[in-house]
């Protein structure tokens, strides 16, 4: 059975409306979308005052480098059925306000602070510890994050190279045209 793109985009739309009439009927104001919103916004607050404002550049262009290809790697992992996002800020059914706002700022901050390798190398470590092992269970526990096949070790690699990859990349920016 072939199916026809008239059809595939019926089910398109009828996907997008089911999916906002959940979020309106059962995500929106509910305690994991406050959750998400409070915490969206005190690290956003955090990452402003301790933003070093002399190289906002630099640090902004390393945390949109972060949050394009979060966002990209997740479209694709929701789209494969690795995993799936039950309560979202918004009706998308990626979880933009992670990987657009938290995780970009915690990166971020950890690029600032931590300029020389080893001290970054470790910094980061801790952090992919802390997003594999922590917050996606606890992502998990608010119903928030639903694993199919995907499991939290798998996340600590990924989340450890995108920092370093990155930072790695901005290093040879910075040496090429700095």
Known sequence: ML??????????????????????????FTFSWWVLLVTSIALF???????????IFEILTYGFMISTLT??????????????????????PIIIEVHFIQ??????IVYQYFKTWKPFLIAVTIVAIVFAFILEPLLVWLQIYQLYQWKHIYSF????????V?????????????
Not at 3 to 21: G, P, V
């Open 71 to 92: 966002i990209l790697l997740d479209s694709i992992g929701v789209f494969l059925m690795l995993w799936s996002y039950k309560h979202t800020l918004t009706p998308f």
């Open 45 to 55: 607050i955090v990452w402003v005052i301790l933003l070093d404002k002399k190289r």
């Open 103 to 108: 995780m970009p700022i915690i990166y971020m």
């Open 157 to 164: 690699l990924p989340y450890f190279m995108i920092a370093v």
């Open 3 to 28: 199916t026809s793109w008239q059809e595939l985009n019926k089910l398109r739309r009828e996907f997008r409306d089911t999916q906002i009439e959940f979020w309106l009927n059962e995500t929106l």
């Open 166 to 178: 990155f930072k790695y990349v901005m290093n040879k920016f910075k040496q090429t045209y700095g």
